[in-house]
């Protein structure tokens, strides 16, 4: 399958680096120049083990490339994976200008019909005002499906994270979209969890909640731990060791 993916960042350029191991004809696209110049001269702008062979692999066999002009890329290709930042706003909401950004480029390519895979992390609820905004621009929709992909990788370990997922989460109304989408990761084992748009954005907002909640209540024991002189790796071992609750996640510190 032939995949522009947008945004070459930790996301994107890990997706990228895999989805063109696993055989697919990648295009990896950002909108920064020098991310792509250095990219082109095989200088990978984040330390993850296994990327660096991986982007140098597939590029010396044609299968991954590099570009800065968005939306020619978006032009030549039916299926677009969005993974552009989406960074929290002053008033602690996500900030979906970028996203905003790309689907204005996309708006002016739709020719013929695109399915749009959501990778970025979006509020619940933004597929549906993506769809919206796209129809408000006169995009008829016909010309597109929209998917939502979240991912669940970890600095650190993107690579084997991205080959070994729990599970890949594909929401979409679209049958037809949600299998091209599935496809994409042939020769990945994982569950798949087939839902709608929205179920799927929710799915990666509650995991990240509930991770968080999990740190923030260990923190919070280490501090009881703390009153009473007990150790809390001790007691987080042996909380953790309950299959209800799970031993990861459950470390205190100060993240
Ligand atoms: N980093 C992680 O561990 C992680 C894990 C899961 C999900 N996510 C989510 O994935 C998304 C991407 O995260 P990331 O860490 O890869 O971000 P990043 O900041 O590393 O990369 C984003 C890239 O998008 C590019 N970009 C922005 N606007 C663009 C546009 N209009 N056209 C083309 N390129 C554009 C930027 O130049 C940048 O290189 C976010 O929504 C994030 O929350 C991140």
Redesign the pocket.
């Given at each position: 399958m032939r995949i522009c993916i947008?945004?070459?960042?930790?996301?994107?350029l890990t997706t990228a680096a895999v989805l063109s191991d696993l055989g697919h004809k990648v295009k990896c696209?950002?909108?920064?120049e020098t991310?792509i110049n250095a990219l082109e001269q095989g200088v990978i702008p984040i330390y993850e083990p296994g990327l660096s062979e991986l982007v140098v692999r597939n590029r010396k066999e044609g299968r991954l490339t590099f570009s800065s002009d968005?939306a020619a890329s978006m032009d030549e290709h039916e299926l677009i994976m969005i993974?552009?930042?989406?960074p929290s706003a002053a008033d602690g909401s996500a900030d979906l200008v970028?996203v905003r950004?790309?689907l204005l480029?996309l708006s002016t390519v739709l020719h013929t019909h695109k399915v749009i895979i959501m990778?970025?992390?979006?509020p619940p609820g933004t597929g549906v005002w993506a769809e919206e905004f796209l129809l408000g621009l006169g995009v008829p929709g016909t010309l597109f499906d929209i998917v939502s992909n979240p991912?669940?990788?970890?600095?650190g370990t993107a690579i084997h994270d991205t080959l070994n997922p729990d599970r890949i989460v594909i929401g979409s109304r679209s049958v037809d979209a949600a299998e091209k989408v599935r496809a994409i990761y042939n020769g990945i084992e994982a569950e798949t969890v087939w839902t709608g748009q929205t179920e799927a954005e929710l799915i990666k907002y509650g995991s990240n909640a509930f991770l968080a909640t999990k740190l923030s209540f260990v923190n919070e024991l280490a501090r009881v731990c703390d009153v009473f002189g007990a150790d809390i790796m001790q007691v987080a071992e042996g909380i953790g060791k309950d299959t209800r609750i799970g031993g990861k996640f459950l470390q205190a510190g100060i993240g």
């Open positions: 947008i945004g070459a960042g930790y996301v994107g696209v950002d909108r920064d991310k968005v993974a552009v930042g989406t970028y950004s790309v480029a990778k970025s992390t979006v991912e669940f990788l970890r600095e």
